[in-house]
């Protein structure tokens, strides 16, 4: 297998390193700089299409990207522990969250990041308005998983799971890009410094 990378503060390469630590998978991996725009290069277009982080290359030569499928992959190679949940309930909540993840917060964040950020100011298409618009957004989707954490220890089920990978990652892109969680939002603020602290957060 080779993993195509890239470094903080892209989100979605790390979901996959903090998954893989989780399963103390250790992953082959090629450092791809979205700075440098080597994501967009031929080589790596020819692999993956859309022309971005991350993507798995399996031994056969098969491209697996998004992260979420990648995840998806490296769950059945190794199962324990169980990041996607067990039995239907609990898979189906753990599925209920992700989705909510990137459904109610990564949109605005994306917004924020496209179209006001001086990193993509490069970027054609950008409307600032667009992205200022998106700035309560982000807070109210912050507002939405403070309420669903309240008396809960991880965010879909009662172990640490995928959905927890996909929000860490999401909040600290949000307070990357100067959109940090509010002070009031205690229960949030809370589940972000237990999952934190854990080892496979560094990843």
Known sequence: MLFFNSPNPAPNPRRVRIFAAEKGIALPSRELSIPAREHKADEFLALNPRGQTPALQLDDGTVIAESVAICRYLEGLQPEPPLFGTGAKEQALVEMWNRRVELILMPPVGAVWVHTHKFTERLPGRILEWGESNR?????????????????????????????????????????IGMPVPDDLTNLRAWHARVSARPSATA
């Open 136 to 176: 309560p957004r982000i807070h109210d989707a912050m507002r939405f998983f403070d309420a669903s954490l309240e008396g809960r220890e991880f965010l879909a089920a009662d172990n640490f799971s995928i959905a927890d990978i996909l929000l860490l990652c999401t909040v600290d892109f949000s307070d990357f």
